[in-house]
């Protein structure tokens, strides 16, 4: 874009600069603020580095509430960033691929763009078919949030983002005043927690779509991962992927991960569920269900680099896509190229299409009520 500036996320120089706490002040973890340039309609776009006291960082932009850079150690205490995205956000701007974004105001699909709540029908955007996907084209990736870092203790960091959505903007019901808190910890933990009022009856179901690679982005494909997902049963889905409404045992079929196993196990076995998915692009049913408190949800490793992350969530589901699409078209950061099956997905979330299926959990967020959701990724290492 010519109006848009470039601004590489490893640049030395940059427009500004502020750190909120001294680096190494008590051990404290800071947060820096960095220029990232602007969007078409010269809104100005900012990248926020939180580092921990061990190094680790997290940088998310305001633009799109997108989580934009990981570095985390490996057994050998390297850091790398293991998550997939641009270095300018101008990638950012033109991305299709949900790189590290928040999603909303629904993530995953809705079938045939159109939902029925209180005898009332709505109708999106399709954008994937005759569907829609993640909100549509303009959702809450694609939007400006406006940005608060907060010292969350001693051991924490927080950046507050806050965007409020307009009644029938894509097509959904009610003003939604939508907060998601990003929060990097001492112990390498992340933890993204989410909260949204409406003034009507909607539906919603927020989520992070980061393409994790644990060798670090770009290096080379997600097939050696070894996954463990918490689930006993998954949602089969039809050819347009979205779900039958049946809830199927994994036993016995590719999808069963319930014990640690390589993700490129059985991608290619003869399968209908993963042809229609070009690989994995399927919610599983977490046993422990919708939670009070985050439940483990699944855990990833790469025996490499010796990373481990375990993920637990409040969320009933986690939608696990093993980057089929990725097709070496997009060039990311520091001019890597990202191949099919370079990021693996793991959204924690209500399942897909849960406003046309009553017989899924609820995703109706009633006036007046608070949506609250928390997902936590925590990273450590093993040695062998």
């Given at each position: ?30 947060v ?81 763009a159109k ?61 939604l005043?939508?907060k ?20 009507k ?58 014990q ?27 046993n ?9 949800a ?20 986690v ?9 070496g ?14 990021g ?17 959990p609820s ?22």
């Amino acid at each position: 874009m010519n109006n848009g500036v470039r601004f590489s996320l490893w640049t030395v120089c940059v427009l500004f600069s502020t750190v909120i706490g001294a680096a190494g002040e008590g051990g404290k973890a800071t947060v820096e603020q960095r220029a990232f340039g602007k969007t078409a309609d010269g809104s100005t776009v900012t990248l926020y580095v939180l580092t921990n006291r061990n190094g680790m960082q997290a940088a998310i932009t305001n633009y799109g509430g997108i989580l934009a850079s990981l570095k985390v150690p490996d057994r050998n205490q390297k850091l790398a960033d293991v998550v997939l995205g641009y270095d300018s956000v101008e990638g950012y701007i033109g991305d299709k691929t949900f790189q590290g974004a928040t999603i909303g105001r629904y993530g995953n699909r809705i079938a045939h763009a159109k939902f029925t709540l209180s005898g009332k029908e709505y109708t999106l955007e399709r954008n994937d078919g005759d569907n829609t996907l993640h909100g549509g084209s303009h959702g809450f990736n694609k939007v400006v949030w406006q940005a608060k870092p907060e010292d969350a203790g001693k051991d924490s960091q927080s950046l507050v983002l806050t965007y409020s959505s307009r009644d029938g903007e894509g097509g959904f019901p009610g003003n939604l005043n939508v907060k998601v808190t990003y929060t990097l910890m001492d112990s390498n933990t992340l933890k993204i927690a989410y909260e949204a009022t409406t003034d009507k009856d909607t539906v919603v179901n927020l989520t992070n779509h980061a393409y994790y690679n644990l060798a670090g982005q770009g290096q080379r494909d997600i097939l050696g991962h070894v996954l463990t997902i918490h689930a006993d049963r998954f949602t089969p889905v039809d050819k347009a992927l979205i779900p039958t409404g049946q809830l199927q045992g994994v036993r016995g079929t590719p999808f069963d991960f319930t014990q640690p196993t390589a993700i490129g196990a059985r991608i290619d076995q003869d399968d209908e569920q993963l042809k229609l998915g070009h690989g994995y692009d399927h919610n599983f049913v977490l046993n422990a269900g919708k939670a009070a408190v985050p439940a483990a949800a699944a855990v990833v490793y790469e025996p490499e680099s010796g990373r481990l992350l375990e993920i637990s969530t409040t969320e009933p589901g986690v939608q696990f896509y093993s980057g089929n699409f990725l097709d070496g078209t997009i060039t990311g950061k520091q001019g890597k190229v990202y191949k099919q099956r370079y990021g693996l997905c793991l959204e924690t979330q209500h399942f897909p299409d849960s406003p046309n299926h009553p017989e899924f959990p609820s995703t109706v967020l009633k006036a007046g009520d608070t949506y609250r959701t928390t997902t936590v990724y925590k990273f450590s290492v093993r040695s062998h």
